[in-house]
């Protein structure tokens, strides 16, 4: 958690959002590996239909993301944390995500 032992609010925003791009790019190789996976379940079982089925709960998983976080962000108000708070809990999502992500094989 380097980012708890910043000297400032602005330097952590920088190093939330540093971990947020991070975790995102890792949530979207993941995404595309298990889309591969399903597609190719898909293609062996047709009536399955894993992949789209997947798609729209990563779409409504992501709506969910956002929407909860700013919720976070804005319970801070006009103050300084909220930036902090909603990136933050885009980090606790997107690793909860990710490791479930990183489970389907």
Known sequence: MPCVNSANTVERNHCFAAEVESIDTLLRVEVRRVERILLSRDAEVPMLQLAPAFRASQSKWQSFRD???????????????????????????GRTRLKYLQGMR
């Open 67 to 93: 929407a909860d976080c700013t919720f976070r962000s804005q319970t801070y108000g006009d103050g300084t944390g909220g930036p902090a708070e909603g990136m933050w809990c885009q980090i606790e999502h």
